[in-house]
């Protein structure tokens, strides 16, 4: 059914939220309308005229005074001229699934499952394409695409009616198709799943911001029990906190500039250099609105593993105003962030079963000498030569991970934009 949204004088109702539980029940939100009050009848006769269904929020009572003499009472839920009405001063999820649909949902008979991929990195129409063959009106698959700034949330409809089997196939299929994309299967964010992952492997990370000020472990504390694993954030927003607090040279920032990858690239050292942390990440870069400092909207997120002994620099350039630029920034160091911690886990997954495998090997018996005639030695001829003495070990040096020359596992990139792995002495910001 096709459901037209009236917001008198002020909007509660969020159409991203609306849409998805619609869609997710075989239902569509076509309109969304806000009216003053003065404006109202003629408001709900254009509803009336487009779609099955009208919800009104915002100024109720202004709703209610223009029908006092339609409506004998206040009701919720009303029918008039065929088409249900509901009522309601906050229009939120909760009203939506529990009051509003399940009205909706008494004039069909068919019954849905739906499957919810939590995507990053990919336009609509990349995912379209990822999901081709089942992008077609004979498909048993319906498909709504929802989007939040650089991600995109995916639900798969499907008919309950359709045989178990065919459902567990469907499921594997869309499973398969969007791994390379998909964070989560459930409604969480991506600060949530990254918190996941680094509380279930028991990983400590460590953040160094200059470009995004603040707002990367804003991200990070955001959700409950980020003491957890988050050990600190520092803010070194001038040359002389960089310097002072993480340890970066003078001499880099003068020759390479603070906006580069030579900078980010010792911001993350400096973190690592303290042996305490599993991870360090550090951003830097020109958010604007000044083009002093670099590029605008240039931006260097460096990410260090310290089992790994590397960190890995990455280029972003970011089109849009400060906040914007800021809030990308935050989201490709998340992105950027999870898909190494996915790269870690299935690491330490094959490690484990390396091990595992060398632990199941039976242990081979010792071979008896074989008695043989010890021969007269021949008298040396060479005086023994002594081995040279072992070196000694020298200081481990972190050094930028290099990307790896061969296909690699997916072909996800960080979120929409291209970004490039730079090396810390490559100083070209543009």
Same mark, same amino acid.
């Given at each position: 059914?096709?459901?037209?949204?009236?917001?008198?004088?002020? #909007?509660?109702?969020? &159409?991203?939220?609306?849409?998805?539980?619609?869609?997710?029940?075989?239902?569509? /939100?076509?309109?969304?309308?806000?009216?003053?009050?003065?404006?109202?009848?003629?408001?709900?006769?254009?509803?009336?005229?487009?779609?099955?269904?009208?919800?009104?929020?915002?100024?109720?009572?202004?709703?209610?005074?223009?029908?006092?003499?339609?409506?004998?009472?206040?009701?919720?839920?009303?029918?008039?001229?065929?088409?249900?009405?509901?009522?309601?001063?906050?229009?939120?999820?909760?009203?939506?699934?529990?009051?509003?649909?399940?009205?909706?949902?008494?004039?069909?008979?068919?019954?849905?499952?739906?499957?919810?991929?939590?995507?990053?990195?990919?336009?609509?129409?990349?995912?379209?394409?990822?999901?081709?063959?089942?992008?077609?009106?004979?498909?048993?698959?319906?498909?709504?695409?929802?989007?939040?700034?650089?991600?995109?949330?995916?639900?798969?409809?499907?008919?309950?009616?359709?045989?178990?089997?065919?459902?567990?196939?469907?499921?594997?299929?869309?499973?398969?198709?969007?791994?390379?994309?998909?964070?989560?299967?459930?409604?969480?964010?991506?600060?949530?799943?990254?918190?996941?992952?680094?509380?279930?492997?028991?990983?400590?990370?460590?953040?160094?911001?200059?470009?995004?000020?603040?707002?990367?472990?804003?991200?990070?504390?955001?959700? /409950?029990?980020? =003491?957890?694993?988050?050990?600190?954030?520092?803010?070194?927003?001038?040359?002389? =906190?960089?310097?002072?607090?993480?340890?970066?040279?003078?001499?880099?920032?003068?020759?390479?500039?603070?906006? =580069?990858?030579?900078?980010?690239?010792?911001?993350?050292?400096?973190?690592?250099?303290?042996?305490?942390?599993?991870?360090?990440?550090?951003?830097?870069?020109?958010?604007? &609105?000044?083009?002093?400092?670099?590029?605008?909207?240039?931006?260097?997120?460096?990410?260090?593993?310290?089992?790994?002994?590397?960190? /890995?620099?990455?280029?972003?350039?970011?089109?849009?105003?400060?906040?914007?630029?800021?809030? =990308?920034?935050?989201?490709?160091?998340?992105?950027?962030?999870?898909?190494?911690?996915?790269?870690?886990?299935?690491?330490?997954?094959?490690?484990?079963?390396?091990?595992?495998?060398?632990?199941?090997?039976?242990?081979?018996?010792?071979?008896?000498?074989?008695?043989?005639?010890?021969?007269?030695?021949?008298?040396? #001829?060479?005086?023994?030569?002594?081995?040279?003495?072992?070196?000694?070990?020298?200081?481990?040096?972190?050094? &930028?991970?290099?990307?790896?020359?061969?296909?690699?596992?997916?072909?996800?990139?960080?979120? &929409?934009?291209?970004?490039?792995?730079?090396?810390?002495?490559?100083?070209?910001?543009?």
């Amino acid at each position: 059914m096709k459901v037209g949204f009236l917001s008198v004088e002020y #909007q509660t109702v969020d &159409p991203r939220t609306a849409k998805m539980a619609l869609f997710d029940n075989c239902h569509s /939100a076509d309109l969304f309308v806000t009216a003053e009050v003065g404006e109202i009848d003629g408001a709900v006769n254009m509803l009336r005229a487009a779609c099955d269904a009208i919800v009104i929020d915002g100024n109720v009572d202004a709703f209610y005074d223009a029908y006092k003499d339609t409506l004998a009472h206040r009701p919720d839920h009303f029918e008039l001229d065929g088409k249900l009405h509901s009522v309601a001063a906050k229009v939120d999820s909760k009203f939506l699934t529990e009051k509003f649909i399940p009205l909706l949902n008494k004039k069909i008979k068919k019954r849905y499952a739906v499957m919810v991929f939590k995507t990053y990195g990919k336009s609509q129409d990349e995912l379209k394409a990822l999901l081709k063959e089942y992008m077609t009106k004979k498909s048993k698959v319906q498909f709504g695409f929802f989007d939040d700034f650089l991600e995109c949330e995916v639900h798969a409809r499907v008919s309950t009616g359709i045989a178990k089997e065919d459902m567990n196939d469907i499921s594997d299929r869309l499973v398969e198709l969007l791994r390379g994309c998909t964070y989560a299967y459930e409604d969480i964010t991506i600060n949530e799943r990254v918190a996941q992952i680094l509380r279930a492997e028991g990983l400590k990370i460590k953040i160094a911001e200059s470009f995004t000020g603040g707002a990367l472990g804003a991200a990070f504390t955001s959700v /409950a029990g980020a =003491s957890e694993y988050l050990m600190e954030d520092v803010v070194t927003y001038s040359v002389a =906190s960089k310097n002072k607090r993480l340890g970066v040279p003078f001499e880099t920032i003068a020759a390479k500039g603070v906006v =580069s990858g030579d900078t980010a690239y010792n911001m993350a050292l400096g973190l690592m250099s303290s042996g305490d942390c599993d991870i360090a990440i550090a951003t830097t870069g020109n958010a604007g &609105p000044s083009v002093q400092s670099g590029t605008l909207g240039l931006c260097y997120v460096a990410l260090g593993i310290t089992s790994q002994k590397s960190i /890995a620099v990455i280029k972003y350039t970011f089109n849009g105003d400060r906040d914007y630029n800021i809030k =990308s920034g935050v989201k490709n160091a998340m992105f950027l962030l999870y898909e190494s911690l996915i790269s870690y886990k299935r690491q330490k997954k094959q490690r484990e079963a390396m091990a595992a495998a060398q632990a199941q090997q039976p242990i081979q018996p010792m071979q008896q000498p074989v008695q043989q005639p010890i021969p007269q030695q021949q008298p040396m #001829q060479q005086p023994v030569q002594y081995a040279q003495p072992m070196q000694q070990p020298q200081a481990v040096q972190y050094a &930028p991970k290099q990307p790896v020359q061969q296909a690699p596992q997916h072909t996800t990139p960080i979120a &929409p934009f291209a970004p490039t792995i730079v090396s810390p002495n490559d100083g070209n910001d543009n």
